[in-house]
């Protein structure tokens, strides 16, 4: 057996990484490509590895030398690279492929080891590695039958995206039998190669054969192994945090802010969004309308302002649409004159906006940092901040102050001359939730200093259009709020959304009731785990102390290692003193059923080994 290294392409799109680099040489966390593919390929029973060279092959090849931990390495050069594809560059090593059974993989991956010995491993002798098709994939796609037999190979024009549950995306990493290569595949290459030209791609060879026999190759779908293929400065990005190392990854993934639909099958348990309303037939609408949509502008601030006051039934003078809360929250404690009350722990995005010798901070004394409107009356009362931000219920906690205990605080706030800021982004997931939101202009006017943000995205599970909401009867700072920001701050998709969100309005009723009855549900499975101590929770997420013999970062990690599951580590939180703490998203019936089936494997290990 033997490997052949295809890596005479220039990587024109990793730009300034490949401006006097071959694209094996790029480094993902400080390891070149090249390095660990060889790394790989070391510690199988090969008999030597043929690397086809082109663009800047002098230098990849005095880097490597001619053996690598024991492995024999020999080179092919292909000189006109920069006019010819990898048909070409496979062509020119054909005698090297009919000399041996071969490996042949391209230089521009990053893989599990676990791959490399599936395929050895597989009785049959010719074997393309496929993965199920994912958004973030490009390339060659292939259809199989029930025998893994390749049916079909999918080329750019024919892709469908009617039809992407059909397709799995080559890994481009094959095996090929002497006999194959020697009898089907060099004689077909050197026949297509002539008739067409050596600007192609050395797949097309093999879409002629599977359509002249599907028995000849077939294919082994991976299942979790991790591997990426790296085209661009995003691949790379995205292959580093696949592929850190143990101190490095929830840094890399955490700095990510989301994203996260490029990493394949990973569940996001960090990010909080309402997971059922984005079933709802709005999202059917908006999609029939995508290609309108993404070719107009969007409508200024007055129309999308007159919008905003018809979805959440405030006056027009009272409200401004922001994109996303993230944008108003920047504009308004950029505005705001004074000192800054906050409850730690919580949602930072508030006080990280002020200076930090601006804040006062009110910290609850009790192990599930519960707190209530009297709470904050009296420690304000005594530790005086101009303005008091409550995000309610409260993130990463879950607590939760009733509409009778706000009102009395902001009445409080009101006769002291201090403003008041309630962020009710998770209301909505509240027992009685009907009842609970302070977005009425009788409330608003009833309380003038007081300012209500909302964040769409969470509440209405629609992050992507990036969408929130800030009322007050303070037409002021309102006003001058809408002057702050771009005359074109939200997206044409959110604005259709809330062009047509009141014929929605049931589903979402019936959307938040299916929510609240699976956060019950769920909070009955997680108390069922022993490492974990859940607190209450009004919100879609349940704050949990980690018991020993786990702490968070070891679970966290575990939990995105093992399971491909993303959990967030709180411990490092102000307000929570080193404490071992997660906060845990509430997600659908089936992915929770992920979650919890995943940490009672934790919890079976656990007590196996001691």
């Not at 005479?8 to 990484?17: D, F, K």
């Not at 230089?107 to 002798?125: E, G, K």
């Not at 595949?185 to 599977?210: C, Q």
């Not at 709180?570 to 998203?585: L, N």
């Amino acid at each position: 057996m033997q490997a052949i290294i295809l890596a005479a392409g220039m990587g024109r799109r990793l730009g300034e990484y490949t401006k006097n680099n071959t694209k094996c040489m790029v480094e993902v966390n400080g390891t070149p490509l090249i390095d660990r593919a060889l790394d790989q390929l070391s510690r199988l029973d090969l008999n030597r590895v043929v690397i086809v060279v082109g663009y800047e092959g002098q230098k990849l090849m005095d880097y490597l030398g001619h053996e690598h931990k024991g492995l024999k390495i020999e080179y092919v050069n292909n000189p006109v690279y920069d006019r010819t594809n990898n048909i070409y560059s496979l062509a020119l090593a054909k005698e090297q492929l009919q000399a041996d059974d071969t490996l042949l993989i391209e230089s521009d991956l990053i893989f599990d080891d676990a791959m490399l010995t599936n395929l050895l491993s597989n009785p049959f002798p010719n074997l393309a590695l496929v993965a199920k098709y994912e958004t973030w994939m490009d390339g060659t796609m292939v259809c199989v039958d029930d025998d893994n037999n390749i049916v079909n190979f999918v080329t750019k024009a024919a892709f469908n995206y009617q039809n992407v549950d059909q397709y799995y995306k080559t890994v481009n990493i094959y095996k090929f039998s002497k006999e194959f290569s020697r009898t089907k595949y060099v004689p077909f290459l050197e026949a297509y190669s002539k008739a067409v030209g050596n600007n192609e791609y050395y797949e097309n060879v093999l879409r002629i054969i599977t359509f002249l026999n599907s028995q000849d190759l077939k294919a082994l779908p991976i299942t979790n192994e991790k591997w990426y293929e790296i085209d661009d400065k995003q691949d790379l990005d995205i292959a580093e945090a696949l592929f850190a190392d143990e101190k490095d990854i929830l840094r890399k993934y955490y700095g990510r802010f989301g994203g996260f639909w490029r990493f394949p099958k990973m569940l996001d348990y960090c990010y909080l969004v309402n997971p059922y309303f984005n079933e709802s037939r709005i999202i059917d609408e908006m999609e029939a309308n995508f290609r309108t949509l993404i070719a107009e502008y969007p409508s200024g601030m007055k129309v999308n302002t007159l919008l905003a006051s018809k979805c959440w039934g405030v006056k027009e003078e009272y409200i401004i649409p922001g994109n996303g809360a993230a944008e108003l929250i920047k504009a308004l404690m950029e505005l705001l004159p004074g000192t800054l009350g906050v409850t730690r722990p919580t949602f930072e995005e508030y006080p990280n906006r002020r200076d930090k010798d601006n804040l006062v901070t009110f910290v609850p004394q009790n192990a599930d940092y519960r707190y209530s409107a009297d709470d904050l009356i009296d420690f304000f009362g005594k530790n005086h901040a101009d303005n008091i931000i409550l995000i309610n219920p409260d993130n990463p906690t879950g607590n939760f102050i009733p509409k009778d205990g706000l009102l009395k605080l902001a009445d409080w706030c009101e006769k002291q001359g201090i403003r008041l800021i309630v962020d009710e982004s998770f209301v909505d997931f509240s027992e009685g939730y009907a009842d609970n939101t302070l977005l009425h202009d009788a409330i608003l006017e009833a309380y003038p200093h007081m300012l209500v943000m909302k964040s769409i995205s969470k509440s209405y599970g629609v992050p992507g259009i990036r969408l929130g909401i800030l009322c007050s009867a303070d037409v002021d700072i309102i006003a001058r709020l809408k002057k702050m920001v771009s005359i074109w701050n939200i997206n044409s998709f959110a604005e259709f959304f809330m062009q047509i969100f009141n014929k929605y309005e049931n589903e979402y009723i019936k959307a938040c009731d299916k929510f609240i009855a699976e956060r019950n549900h769920f909070e009955q499975q997680l108390r069922q785990i022993s490492f974990l101590r859940v607190m209450p929770s009004q919100a879609n997420y349940f704050l949990c102390e980690i018991l020993p013999p786990y702490n968070a970062n070891a679970l966290v990690l575990k939990m995105l290692k093992q399971y491909n599951i993303l959990t967030r580590d709180c411990s490092t939180k102000v307000g929570f003193d080193g404490k071992q703490y997660m906060r845990i998203a509430v997600r659908s019936h089936e992915d929770n059923a992920r979650l919890i089936a995943a940490y009672k494997e934790i919890e079976l290990e656990n007590n196996t080994h001691p």
